[in-house]
């Protein structure tokens, strides 16, 4: 079949390599109609994410038709799904707690990585996202195998778009959970920072869950567009100071809740960034973390932290003090994606929830490497990729 690979730092191409095939019982393979390039994968192609092996399939966001199941798959063969991008057994001491991101099962125990040195524990298994969360092949791809089929994908209707419930594979849920973390009140102020898909999401769940103001901030202008679309003021961090923006805008106290949806390679020329960029680059670091930083410094006191952006090694100049003087709150973690699909598939079909304004590019799936360059070099014109499986390579353009 034919995949996008990874081989390095901005290094993704397509290869023909081998079909999937059932392994366990509970498997199902998946023939993958839509495929989406997600912030996640930026990471992957900077070179941030350790453990990634040459050859590695890559994608986490997909969805598509069931062609084969195992003997215990309560999936059927032309079944149309949407799978999440967490492997979870569904059975463990975690997954029974919903708490599925942290599924203990589906990362191989043959398998000690650096997650079990660095983070204290194993993490749980992912598509298509290195070694430490299981080496699984990812679904930028012809087919997947799906793992614990009976408990991760979600069957949708026949006849709905796929660009209306790609995104229940992580970003609506991630975007959600962000909100629902961030504990909003009827008349709150929340700030969100990234206008990315996950920070767009975030706006728009935080707005039904009955936030009074949302506060957006990115540089690129477009972005900050779609946030407005859906009622968020905005700021641009490149025209104003964030924290003094803030202060101003909510009498002197800061928002009551704060979202960080940038992560680990926060953009912008701050004496904070440009530190921890020389550090990352000179192997003394591992995260850029201006975006953290910002974040709690702005909140007010007693405020609540989200923090959905992925973060991956040991941080520095981690505003602690602030933190804990302030009596902060923080709730993180990759999303419990199967705790969420369902009602969120509800909120779709009743139309509440959009999701099809996020899609700048549609692409066959041969065109993969360019869709990751595009996502990569051009963010203001590129807000969302959805790749094609089984379409003819097409020239595309660089925006100037
Ligand atoms: N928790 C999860 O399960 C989960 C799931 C999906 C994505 N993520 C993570 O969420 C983050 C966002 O994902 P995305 O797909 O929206 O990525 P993205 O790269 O498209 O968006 C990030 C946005 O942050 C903005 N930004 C950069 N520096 C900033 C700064 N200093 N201040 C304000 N904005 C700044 C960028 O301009 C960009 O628009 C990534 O770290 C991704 O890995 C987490
Ligand atoms: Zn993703
Ligand atoms: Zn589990």
């Not at 290869?15 to 993958?32: F, G, H, L, W, Y």
């Not at 650096?114 to 080496?135: C, D, K, P």
């Not at 850029?288 to 709690?296: D, E, F, G, P």
């Amino acid at each position: 079949m034919r995949a996008l690979t990874w081989h390095g730092k901005h290094d993704v191409r397509m290869e023909t390599v081998d079909d999937p095939e059932i392994i366990n019982p509970r498997d199902a393979i998946i023939k993958v109609t839509s495929t989406a390039i997600c912030g996640s994968d930026l990471h992957l192609y900077d070179g941030f994410i350790p453990t990634m092996k040459s050859g590695d399939v890559l994608g986490h966001e997909f969805m598509g038709e069931v062609v084969e199941t195992g003997a215990r798959s309560t999936l059927r063969k032309g079944q149309k799904v949407v799978v999440p991008f967490t492997i979870s057994c569904g059975s463990c001491y975690f997954c029974q707690k919903h708490q599925y991101s942290c599924c203990d099962n589906s990362n191989p125990a043959d398998n000690q990585d650096i997650s079990e040195f660095g983070y204290g524990n194993r993490m749980a298994g992912l598509f298509g996202y290195s070694h430490m969360t299981g080496g699984y092949s990812g679904g930028q791809a012809e087919y997947v195998r799906v793992p614990y089929s009976d408990v991760g994908p979600i069957v949708v209707p026949d006849g709905i778009d796929d660009d209306k419930v790609l995104f229940l594979s992580d970003i609506l849920p991630t975007g959600w959970m962000a909100a629902e973390n961030a504990d909003i009140e009827p008349g709150d102020t929340v700030a969100v920072w990234g206008c990315g898909p996950v920070g767009l999401f975030a706006i728009q769940s935080a707005m039904l869950m009955g936030a009074n103001r949302i506060i957006a901030i990115d540089h690129f202008p477009h972005r900050l567009e779609l946030a407005a679309k859906f009622g968020a003021e905005t700021i641009n961090f490149e025209d104003v100071k964030v924290y003094d923006a803030l202060m101003e805008m909510t009498g002197g106290i800061g928002p009551d809740a704060v979202i960080d949806s940038v992560g680990l390679e926060a953009h912008g020329l701050f004496v904070d960034n440009v530190v921890d960029q020389i550090k990352v680059s000179t192997f003394l670091g591992t995260d850029r973390i201006h975006a953290l930083r910002q974040v709690i410094l702005a909140c007010r006191k007693g405020g609540r932290v989200s923090v959905p952006a992925v973060y991956g090694g040991f941080v520095d100049k981690f505003p602690m003090g602030a933190f804990m003087e302030k009596g902060l709150t923080m709730k993180t973690g990759q999303t419990h994606v199967q705790h969420y699909t369902q009602a969120l598939l509800a909120a779709i079909l009743e139309d509440k929830v959009d999701t099809t304004f996020l899609i700048s590019h549609r692409l066959p799936l041969e065109n993969a490497p360019d869709g990751y360059k595009l996502f990569h070099d051009h963010q203001n014109e590129t807000t969302k990729i959805v790749l094609k499986p089984g379409r003819e390579k097409i020239q595309v353009e660089m925006p100037a």
